[in-house]
């Protein structure tokens, strides 16, 4: 337990909870991060995670119920009393014309239903802001959607932020990802290496149990399988010290799932050309970092072999073998094949956009 970094009045049993577990020796001569603190490895290490899920679900209600709901609340009745008194503007101008040319007054319904009538100065007034019952349960859906999305938006941009961080100070190329093997094993670990793979790690552990509570979306089993591979490839390359290449793919990864909530915020405040320009920078990010970069990262894991060779010695932290590379090689190719189908759908809604359809996420959006 790291005692030494945890409040002197806080209970042993907590300490876990609440620091990074397992401080070691720095290495003589560190390839990175020469001034952190280093961390060995283990099942302590849980413990943060679960602190980490926890706090992660306090600060997302704090955010949706305090700050996104209100000002998405705020923004959709705006919009709606602002087109309201549009149309009432221009019901009135047309009124007056008519008055101008000597018509009748006669008193009318407006295009959203509403009771108008002229004033004794010949100016129409909306007789009550009433929201219908339909417009409210819609308003109220785009209200929660936004705060949603919104959390991943904070979050991704947030988690990429410090991958971002993580990449500049290592010794890895995105380009030329053989680095991430090199003088295997990496161990101990820097802390924000540590803390940037137990804070990714949660979140997808915390995920899991979000999309088993939540109404059921058409691409469920495609997102749970998602979900269990990503977790298992973030737990077994902890443990096998494959840190390296971890941070990579965490780090381009991250990058797509800031734009595809922004897009969909969009969307849901019904700016549909910020939405549909915001998907195409989506789809382009998607293209190139998933289908061209993490292909370079599949590739680096099939050549490790030939740069590290196998070795299985716990001890010392070698778990360079062809069973242990295979395995982790294959779950990488999962997901690249998960993320194929995707980009197929994500292709369908850029035909959409292009023909003028407006772009609406066919991955996961709507609940089947």
């Known amino acids: 337990m790291n005692t030494d970094q945890a409040p002197g009045w806080l209970p042993s049993f907590l300490i876990p909870f609440v620091t990074l577990s397992y401080p070691t020796a720095s290495p003589a001569v560190p390839d990175s991060f020469p001034d952190s603190s280093y961390y060995g490895t283990g099942v302590l290490d849980g413990c943060l995670i679960i602190t980490f899920i926890a706090v992660a679900a306090i600060l997302r209600d ?81 209200v929660l959607r936004f705060a949603e999305q919104g959390w991943d938006f904070i979050y991704f941009s947030f988690v990429w932020g410090l991958g971002l961080y993580v990449h500049y100070h290592l010794p890895t190329r995105v380009l030329d990802p053989i680095d991430v093997w090199l003088k295997y094993p990496h161990i101990p670990l820097a802390g924000p290496i540590k803390f940037y793979y137990l804070l990714e790690t949660s979140f997808y552990s915390h995920q899991i149990l979000v999309i088993n509570a939540e109404a059921r979306r058409k691409d469920h089993w495609q997102m749970m399988t998602h979900h269990v591979i990503t977790v298992f490839l973030m737990v077994g390359s902890y443990f096998y010290n494959y840190t390296r290449v971890g941070c990579l ?102 035909y959409r956009v292009i023909s003028g359809k407006g772009a609406e996420d066919e991955r996961s959006d709507d609940e089947g």
């Open 62 to 142: 704090i955010i949706r119920l305090w700050i996104l709901e209100p000002f998405a609340r705020w923004k959709l009745t705006r919009d709606l009393m602002s087109r309201r008194r549009a149309k009432s503007s221009l019901a009135r101008r047309e009124k007056a014309g008519a008055v101008t040319n000597g018509s009748s007054h006669a008193s009318h319904d407006n295009a959203n239903g509403h009771a108008t009538h002229t004033n004794g100065n010949g100016h129409i007034d909306i007789a009550d802001d009433h929201i219908s019952k339909r417009t409210a349960k819609k308003m109220h859906k785009s």
């Open 249 to 350: 793919v965490m780090f381009l990864m991250d990058w797509c799932d800031i734009w595809l909530p922004l897009a969909k915020m969009f969307r849901y405040m019904a700016l549909s050309t910020l939405c549909d320009l915001t998907f195409v920078w989506f789809m382009v990010s998607w293209a190139v970092t998933r289908h061209w970069l993490f292909v370079l990262a599949i590739l680096s894991a099939w050549s490790a072999m030939a740069v590290d060779p196998p070795l299985w010695d716990p001890v010392y932290g070698y778990f360079m073998t062809s069973p242990a590379i295979l395995t982790f090689l294959s779950m990488l190719v999962a997901l690249e094949v998960i993320q194929a189908m995707w980009f197929w759908l994500i292709c369908r809604v850029a």
